[in-house]
């Protein structure tokens, strides 16, 4: 039977990666244990106490945030990934741990940027992201830990809110579409990143464990994408469906500075043919759903 350790479970991503999950296994509900990750003897002591065989590390602390608190970003992201690669050693456990579209910089080709290119990034998160790349092939190729990942975009979900991303406005200009038809962004015009819905994250971390190690070339930051846009081609979207709304721009110039550093769109064809990687949601079936899904969570009529 799988054990599966997620942490970051209280995240954007863990608090609907935990449902899918349990629908997987039949669960209804599990152990929830308060572990820091920092703490290395207690993740030990977790995984031991529940017979974990598979981790699936979501701590971390985002890039906005991380340009806020350099030294803490350092700690949780480097620590804690070194922390959960040094138990899944120790006691023979799986690992997936995502990597993201930050592990790229500006000398990286921005558009359709490769499987394999320059990784120079200038943020901390970013530096955290490439390390965590390494160490993952590393304990692969020396120690035989089986660990996988995927290099995330910004991921838009109607559930818990992402907390301290440079992709966040992608997911407050739907709450605020539906709440005030307005949007004030903190991204600029223009600027192209890759998204991606969370029921494709969650099949994608799913399918990437499934997948079988033999056809698995490259094992860990796999570039996935659904979709890349900028604020006008998702204000242009939304408007499809609320005619009315506005969108103005108040550039923040941290949050921008790193975006530019950003791909506009990846290549995820490694992805496509090593583990059969295949979104289901666009740009355009994305917004229906989350406009429908978001419309009821705030009890809004289009
Ligand atoms: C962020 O914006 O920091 C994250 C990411 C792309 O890794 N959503």
Wanted: charged share 20%.
């Amino acid at each position: 039977m799988k054990k599966i350790l997620i942490t970051g479970a209280l995240g954007q991503i863990g608090t609907e990666l935990i449902t899918y999950m349990r629908d997987e296994s039949l669960l209804e509900a599990g152990p929830f244990e308060l572990l820091d990750v920092v703490d290395g003897a207690r993740v030990a002591e977790v995984c031991k106490k529940h017979g974990i065989n598979q981790i699936i590390h979501l701590a971390a602390i985002l890039s906005a945030n991380a340009e806020k608190n350099p030294q803490l970003a350092y700690d949780i992201n480097m620590n804690g990934t070194y922390n959960v690669l040094e138990v899944a050693r120790e006691q023979g456990i799986a690992v997936f741990t995502p990597s993201s579209i930050a592990a790229f910089g500006a000398s990286t080709p921005a558009d359709n940027t490769p499987q394999d290119t320059i990784q120079r990034p200038s943020t901390m998160y970013g530096v955290t992201k490439v390390a965590g790349e390494l160490l993952c092939d590393y304990y692969y190729k020396r120690y035989g830990v089986d660990t996988r990942g995927v290099r995330f975009p910004g991921i838009i979900s109607h559930g818990a809110l992402p907390g301290g991303g440079t992709t966040d406005y992608a997911v407050h200009i739907y709450y605020e579409a539906l709440k005030q038809k307005k949007y004030e962004s903190y991204i600029g015009a223009g600027t192209y990143m890759d998204m991606m819905y969370m029921h494709d994250a969650l099949k994608s971390i799913h399918d990437l464990m499934e997948a079988n190690p033999d056809k698995l070339v490259h094992r860990n930051a796999f570039n996935v994408t659904a979709m890349s846009f900028d604020p006008e081609m998702l204000a242009a979207e939304i408007r499809k469906h609320i005619p009315e709304f506005q969108l103005t721009y108040n550039v923040d110039p941290v949050r921008q500075a790193i975006a530019n550093s950003w791909p506009n769109s990846l290549d995820d064809s490694a992805a496509r043919e090593e583990w059969g990687w295949n979104p289901d949601y666009d740009l355009s079936s994305m917004t229906k759903d989350m406009l429908e899904k978001l419309a009821v969570k705030l009890n809004i009529n289009k």
